[in-house]
């Protein structure tokens, strides 16, 4: 039996680099994007296109379509992504959501039509928005903004006429504060037991990949840690 196949995309990023190790070590064959190898990957896939959407995605449609070469993922998951802040008062407001859209929205509509072409058909798609998102973000403007339109984006995929594969999963993971180190160095003095481990999201990630407990089609799915323990419930409301 072949081993099966994950594409991560944003996989030498903190979070990427994590489920890139968790599902190699579980025997999957994982493939990253980014603009940077992983060298734990199997395969590698270096964005150099960055300034134009629409070459960005003319850039890695065709190197994916030539490394799986006729073969079907089993699943796709996106947590490439960042973040910037800014109100409207700040001068690099619109510098700041241009990288958080470049960052999120990008890559989510890009691995969403991978994932038209190239998923099983009961595969599985995961993409990254935030619980902030499900609100207003004074602060961060951009980036509420690029994380809800990732929210909108996996609704309209959940339907008939999204372009998936009928029977696949799609879904979007929703952190408040994920334990990495690049947050553990902007916020030194936070506490580190309120934020979600990156080993909890990967091995939550992996378990759906393989089918189990996977919430419904659609469903924006809010990770929780609250004192060290970390769980997940699916978003009762609308995108706001």
Not at 116 to 138: I, R, V, W
Not at 145 to 153: E, P, R
Not at 166 to 179: E, F, H, K, N, Q
Not at 202 to 208: K, P, Y
Request: proline content about 5%.
């Amino acid at each position: 039996m072949s081993a099966a196949r994950v594409l991560i995309y944003g996989g030498k990023g903190a979070l990427g680099a994590t489920c890139v190790s968790y599902f190699k070590s579980k025997n999957w064959w994982v493939a990253s994007i980014d603009l940077f190898p992983n060298e734990d990957a199997h395969a590698n896939l270096v964005v150099t296109k960055t300034e134009s959407w629409t070459e960005q995605n003319e850039e890695i449609q065709p190197k994916v379509e030539a490394l799986l070469d006729g073969n079907k993922l089993d699943a796709i998951i996106c947590v490439a992504g960042g973040w910037a802040g800014g109100s409207a008062k700040s001068k690099a407001v619109v510098k700041n959501a241009d990288l958080m859209f470049k960052q999120s929205v990008w890559t989510s509509l890009i691995a969403s039509s991978i994932a038209s072409k190239h998923l099983k058909d009961n595969g599985l798609l995961t993409l990254t928005g935030a619980q902030p998102s499900l609100s207003g973000t004074p602060g961060m403007l951009g980036y509420g903004m690029a994380k809800a339109a990732v929210h909108q984006l996996v609704k309209g995929l959940a339907e008939e006429e999204g372009g998936l594969p009928p029977s696949a999963s799609v879904l979007a993971i929703l952190p408040m504060t994920l334990d990495t180190p690049g947050n553990r160095k902007g916020m030194p003095n936070a506490d580190f037991t309120q934020w979600t481990p990156l080993e909890y999201v990967a091995n939550l990630l992996f378990e759906w990949a393989q089918g189990t407990d996977v919430p419904s089609r659609g469903s924006l799915v809010k990770l929780n840690t609250k004192d060290g323990n970390s769980s997940y419930e699916i978003h009762p409301g609308g995108l706001l």
